[in-house]
């Protein structure tokens, strides 16, 4: 969420020294060397620019790949704001899980103490609710007993590009059902946002430590989840196609609001600009829409924000996907309860 942002148009720091996507052999930064890893330098040491996918490349690519039985299915739940966001997504987890047979489920907690941060008993709430990790963002510290509980609870991933040595990590590997593994990732945008480390990088270095795909191909994981939380839809349009293929699910969130372009890109990975905050859509992005709305009004100090408390709509995404390549199959938006119209997601569909 961004209700606290100064407004401040920093400018583009994107320093346009990226990565790519090499299907050839390379040399990682270890200096070991992978068959169809990240290539994260190019001839001259510098940080390679993304190949970014076609249609074309990506049917060529596809060609062979095995298809599953039984894909694997996963939901991703946008912020969730307040007691009625949270009420609304431990009552309808269980259920997801079940109706959607479900392998991993990730949830963004960023908002969910009052629309600030988030308590440690507020995720073990999420994770013994069916949630399989749960993410974060700007407002990662807004509950500062938060912080030790990253030190026990890996499960639970802060910005990846904070600075280096802020306690806590930004991903996670998380053990599924037949022994596949799935990495979570949360990363934060710059523009219209804090200062921090480049997010593509850290993202490519991250990403380079992994092979996905299916076990038997050599594939060291299955399944790639990153939370993009950003302000700029630009940056996280330009964020998921730079990974596309690397990832299985690219998701934005801190806007709160759920865009209609969940879509498969070209290299196979599902992605959706924004997923929509769980929360009461009868506000301004969850907040009580008296007290915000006078904030543009007038220059003075307003009353404190406080969650808007009315039924919340949980949004999110759900996505298919072949573990032999761990790419996407099918991307489907999520909207239950509350104000929005409703779109839950069949497996028979
Ligand atoms: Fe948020
Ligand atoms: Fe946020």
Not at 151 to 166: A, M
Request: net charge negative; glycine share 12%; charged share 20%.
């Amino acid at each position: 969420m961004g209700m606290q942002n100064n407004g401040q148009d920093r400018g583009d720091r994107h320093d346009q020294r990226n990565f790519g996507q090499d299907d050839r052999q390379h040399r990682s930064p270890q200096g070991e060397q992978h068959q169809g890893a990240i290539r994260l330098f190019d001839d001259h040491g510098m940080y390679a620019l993304p190949a970014l996918r076609s249609d074309r490349q990506a049917a060529l690519d596809n060609q062979g790949a095995a298809w599953h039985a039984k894909p694997m299915r996963i939901v991703f739940l946008g912020d969730v704001v307040g007691r009625s966001g949270r009420e609304a997504v431990l009552r309808v987890l269980p259920d997801l899980r079940s109706r959607l047979q479900t392998d991993l489920i990730v949830v963004n907690g960023e908002n969910a103490s009052h629309g600030f941060g988030l308590a440690p008993d507020m995720a073990r709430d999420f994770l013994n609710a069916g949630a399989d990790a749960i993410t974060l963002g700007n407002h990662a510290w807004d509950r500062k007993e938060l912080i030790p509980f990253l030190s026990q609870e890996k499960r639970v991933v802060r910005p990846l590009n904070f600075p280096p040595g802020t306690p806590g990590q930004g991903a996670v590997v998380v053990e599924l059902s037949g022994g596949r593994r799935a990495l979570i990732m949360n990363v934060m945008g710059r523009l219209f946002m804090d200062p921090l480390d480049c997010p593509f990088r850290l993202t490519a270095q991250e990403l380079s430590r992994y092979k996905l795909g299916g076990v038997a191909g050599g594939g060291s994981i299955q399944a790639v989840v990153i939370d993009v939380h950003g302000e700029a839809t630009s940056e996280k349009m330009a964020f998921g196609h730079s990974f596309d293929g690397q990832a299985t699910l690219i998701v934005g969130t801190h806007t709160h609001v759920p865009t209609a372009d969940h879509q498969i890109l070209p290299g196979g990975t599902a992605y959706q600009t924004d997923a929509g905050m769980c929360g009461d859509y009868d506000s301004v992005i969850g907040m009580g829409k008296e007290a915000a709305a006078s904030r543009f009004w007038r220059k003075t100090p307003g009353e404190r924000l406080a969650p808007s408390e009315g039924e919340a709509t949980v949004c999110g995404v759900f996505v298919e996907s072949d573990d032999s390549t761990g790419h996407a199959v099918r991307v489907e938006p999520i909207r239950i309860g509350g104000r929005l119209s409703q779109m839950i997601p069949s497996l028979s569909a």
